[in-house]
């Protein structure tokens, strides 16, 4: 008998495979058991039905995610997690309908899993229930991801067509860039703050580095003669894609401010440090940067990457072309900056009011 009860009450399926090699698995009801013993003998079936020119070879969903997933481990860490969580839950949703095979997803079950990621779940939110839906920007990379992974099934000649043709990734609203203005910058450098962190802040403003690049940035990564500072890999740190490493030219006042640090260095290892010397923690410059704004006056939201905003704004505004601010902020593609560009409208009055006299 291939499914049998244990004397602890779980049961045990003993088959053996398409290969002949014996598989043993437990499971705590009899159903999971049996569910399991029919995968394999449907799996078995299948195969006679190939051997003997009954029908074509089927691929299986599960080794065909296994492959997919590893293919994506060369990305950065976080990415790979990503992925890694998006194909869990998908394989998890496949076992759910006992699907086996990749001919097997359909488009009805594609509609299935997209109204499953749009479904509404009650979340614990300490003492109280929440009831939350998956924000569009969570519910597309799940789409996106399932989406590319059916498309190299079609392209490799595992199926006939992609099952998600139909399914239309969510519209995701883009907000406009916050960005601090020249008299909110005048009035938040006119306070009084520890020296290590306006020299950080003014890094931030005259190179639109992200507080982590900032934060790994070392001696080795300045070249005074050539008037750069590198962006780049290292160990204990990965940019955020690969397009990230970049050469970044410094302004004169960057210049003179890193000629000065490098005479007088607080850290012979980085280049902006904190008031110990030690490396910048993002925690402790947000505090500085919150408080030193709400001195200033400033009502606007403070927050570290507004300080890449707006360097990516004044480059606008002063008609720097996107391709150019694309390649110092580091973006893998034009489309990433182009959200910048709704800022110049901001300095677009003059140009507006060459038509006063338009009808005379």
């Known amino acids: 008998m291939a499914v049998m009860q244990k004397n602890n009450g779980k049961y045990l399926v003993n088959v053996r495979d398409n290969f002949g090699n014996r ?14 013993e029919s995968s394999i003998n449907k799996i078995k ?11 074509e070879q089927r691929h299986s969903i599960y080794q065909a995610l296994e492959s997919f997933q590893n293919s994506k481990l060369d990305l950065r860490v976080k990415s790979v997690q990503k992925y890694k969580l998006v194909i869990s839950q998908f394989r998890l949703f496949c076992q759910a309908l006992n699907l086996t095979y990749l001919d097997e997803f359909t488009s009805d079950h594609a509609t299935m899993f997209y109204n499953e990621l749009r479904k509404e779940r009650e979340v614990n939110r300490g003492s109280r229930k929440q009831i939350m839906v998956a924000k569009p920007k969570t519910t597309n990379f799940y789409l996106t991801t399932v989406k590319a992974f059916f498309q190299q099934q079609f392209i490799v000649g595992h199926l ?3 099952p998600f043709l139909h399914i239309k990734n969510l519209k995701v609203p883009k907000k406009k860039p916050e960005y601090y203005t020249i008299e909110e910058l005048k009035s938040f450098f006119a306070q009084k703050m520890p020296e290590a962190y306006r020299d950080a802040f003014i890094g931030l403003l005259y190179t639109g580095m992200r507080i982590a690049e900032m934060a790994n940035l070392t001696w080795e990564d300045i070249d005074f003669k050539n008037n750069l500072l590198y962006v ?13 490493e970049r050469a970044i030219p410094m302004n004169k ?4 401010l890193l000629i000065k640090l490098g005479e007088h260095p607080r850290s012979q290892k980085y280049v902006f440090p904190s008031t110990k010397g030690t490396q910048l923690r993002e925690r402790r410059m947000l505090g500085v940067c919150k408080a030193t704004a709400k001195k200033a006056g400033i009502t606007s939201r403070a927050f570290l990457h507004k300080f890449r ?3 990516a704004t004044a480059l606008i505004h002063r008609g720097v072309s996107i391709q150019n601010i694309k390649e110092l902020l580091g973006h893998w593609s034009v489309v990433e900056t182009e959200i910048y ?3 110049k409208s901001d300095y677009l009055h003059p140009d507006v009011a060459k038509l006063d006299n338009l009808l005379g």
């Open 23 to 36: 598989i043993e698995r437990t499971f705590k009801t009899k159903t999971e058991a049996k569910a399991f």
């Open 45 to 55: 079936y299948e195969n006679r039905l190939v051997e003997n020119g009954l029908r």
């Open 160 to 162: 006939k067509r992609n």
């Open 232 to 244: 780049r890999s290292k160990e204990g740190f990965l940019t955020k894609t690969h397009n990230a």
């Open 253 to 256: 006042i960057l210049q003179t």
């Open 309 to 311: 905003s707006t360097f």
């Open 341 to 343: 560009a709704h800022n």
